[in-house]
């Protein structure tokens, strides 16, 4: 048996005990927050997120499950330590002493919750990003898809919520699914890095990997476990919505890190550095009869009408034509986009 196959054994038996606290056991989950994406979104997001999270760490200590929260931030911004500590105090009152704010130096996205994963004492590892927002019960049932043993891995419901114009049409085309009344864990092929749970052990044993790219992290990690047989649903009573990019800048810095990814990943695919540009033709290609058919397939979900239908279109191509740019800087300058467009 191998090293790997002992963790993943040993894991499933409701996690290893996490290391106990001074003031007794160890808490039964830690939810790790980057403190990242915040900085990109609406700051009422996180806030609003906060405090529905606060809620149900209360709702799980009044009934004995005691828990703590993580947030990840950069160490070199004193501003956001500042106003972080604030708004801690008033979102989770007395209940604060059970929240840690630690700072990194200069790590992305997937490095910050790598850096609050190790620090965590919680059997169950929740992460959650600083710029969606969990509905009712989401933390709860997180928790429960564990109750099963042989689960190692859950992901909660991610969704745009289609209550404007704009986020209407990111709804139909972005690779989120429409929201579902759906209940209950079940397989699944499709996990979002934004809103997903590990068990302790099997998670510092494969921690996101770093791979030169800004996302796709989780879904690299997701398919090397389950080719190693691990326990993987989706509990579709954790719902959170997700916001669509912030603003014109933030819609073109997304897109053009897609562009960036796809190179990355077709060079490592390939094993070629010089990649032939009709990738770069094949790739918004491929995103836009994705898109093209989410489109057709949400319009009765997301309530298109003529109109947001017209603009899903439309921001379709603008996203397509905003990920090729990305794509031919990188082959130009694989640094061009992370120091001009980095999210």
């Known amino acids: 048996m191998t090293a790997a196959m002992t963790i993943l ?50 709702e799980l200590a009044s009934g004995g499950v005691q828990g703590e929260v993580i947030l990840v931030r950069d160490a070199g911004d004193a501003g956001i330590a500042g106003d972080l500590a604030s708004t801690l105090r008033e979102t989770f009152g007395n209940a604060s002493d059970s929240i840690r704010v630690i700072g990194v130096d200069s790590k992305r996205y997937y490095e910050k919750k790598n850096e609050g994963a190790a620090i965590a004492r919680g059997g169950i590892l929740v992460f959650l990003d600083s710029d969606v927002i969990p509905e009712e019960r989401w933390l709860e049932c997180m928790l429960a898809a564990f109750d ?59 921690p996101y990997p770093a791979l030169g790219q800004f996302r796709g992290q989780a879904g690299t990690l997701i398919r090397e476990l389950r080719a190693l047989g691990v326990g993987i649903v989706v509990q579709r009573s954790s719902r959170c919505a997700h916001p669509p990019p912030h603003g014109f800048m933030h819609f073109v810095r997304r897109a053009m890190c897609d562009g960036h990814d796809n190179v990355v990943i077709a060079r490592r695919s390939t094993g070629r550095d010089q990649l032939p540009w009709r990738y770069a033709y094949w790739s918004a290609r491929s995103f836009l009869q994705l898109a093209g ?17 017209t603009v899903s279109i439309l921001l379709a191509w603008s996203y397509a034509f905003c990920m090729t740019l990305g794509d031919i ?9 992370a120091r001009r467009f980095s999210i």
């Open 9 to 58: 054994q040993s894991s499933v038996v409701a996690g290893a005990a996490p290391p106990a606290t001074q003031s007794g056991a160890a808490p039964a989950y830690s939810v790790i927050i980057e403190w990242e994406n915040v900085l990109l979104a609406d700051s009422g997001r996180a806030v609003e997120m906060l405090h529905r999270l606060a809620r149900q760490v209360g």
């Open 148 to 206: 099963d043993p042989g689960v190692q891995v859950a992901a909660g419901s991610t969704y745009i919520a289609p209550t404007t114009l704009y986020s209407k049409a990111f709804a139909a085309f972005w690779f989120f699914p429409p929201r579902s009344d759906a209940e209950g864990p079940v397989p699944a092929d499709i996990l979002f890095g934004n809103n997903i749970a590990f068990r302790r052990e099997l998670f510092l044993a494969y």
């Open 293 to 309: 058919g989410r489109i057709r397939q949400r319009h009765a979900a997301v309530g298109l009408t003529p109109l947001s239908w």
């Open 329 to 337: 800087l990188t082959r130009l300058d694989p640094t061009a986009v």
